[in-house]
């Protein structure tokens, strides 16, 4: 078995994506004068429930991110999403992500249900813990596609109510 540690994030090419807990330390962000997210305008809470959470221990990651933070997983370039959090596991726990500016993102999540801070691949470079995407999208020999996890977040001028979804959580199971 090998294990992947957050701060290095050593993990193979096809699995990056699953990675998520390296953007740990970022929040929602407000934009600058480069055109980055939030140009100033209030954020708006994301609401995520985890389902098929099994089993109930350990903890749950997830973090909200940009096309361009996505492709930064895929590449294991370093970046920090747009938010991120972690909670207890347990099904139907319920993350709130405040104050995300409007845009399109992907949700990316996995459940560390050992607890050891690290998502465990075998050697091929399959997670051997639970992930989730945002549409519960999944990936066809590989991660899912941002186009496949994408969501739009309109202003909170517009909605201000939270934006609420589900995140099915699934293991790979590949026999060969």
Same mark, same amino acid.
Request: net charge neutral.
């Given at each position: 078995m090998r294990?992947? =540690?957050?701060?290095? !994030?050593?993990? $193979?090419? !096809?699995?990056?994506?699953?990675?998520?807990?390296?953007? !740990?330390?970022?929040?929602?962000?407000? $934009?600058?004068e480069e055109? =980055?997210?939030g140009a100033g305008a209030p954020g708006r809470p994301l609401q995520l429930?985890?389902?098929?959470?099994?089993?109930?221990?350990?903890?749950?990651?997830v973090s909200v991110c940009t096309?361009?933070?996505?492709?930064?997983?895929y590449a294991n370039e370093p970046h920090t999403c747009v938010?991120?959090?972690?909670?207890?596991?347990?099904?139907?726990?319920?993350?709130?992500?405040?104050?995300?500016?409007?845009g399109t993102y992907a949700a990316i999540a996995f459940h560390d249900d050992n607890d050891n801070g690290l998502l465990d691949f075998d050697d091929r470079g399959i997670p051997f813990e639970a992930t989730g995407n945002?549409? =519960?999208?999944?990936? $066809?020999?590989?991660?899912?596609?941002?186009?496949?996890m994408a969501f739009d977040l309109a202003p909170a001028s517009e909605e201000p109510s939270a934006l609420e979804f589900t995140? $099915?959580?699934?293991?790979?199971?590949?026999d060969f």
């Open positions: 294990r992947m =540690n957050f701060s290095t !994030l050593q993990c $193979s090419a !096809l699995f990056a994506i699953f990675a998520l807990a390296c953007g !740990l330390e970022g929040g929602a962000s407000a $934009s600058d055109g =980055n997210l429930t985890f389902v098929n959470v099994e089993p109930e221990k350990g903890t749950l990651f096309e361009e933070q996505t492709r930064a997983r938010s991120s959090a972690r909670t207890p596991a347990k099904n139907g726990a319920v993350v709130t992500l405040d104050d995300i500016p409007a945002g549409r =519960n999208a999944r990936g $066809s020999f590989g991660p899912a596609t941002f186009a496949q995140v $099915s959580m699934y293991r790979v199971e590949v």
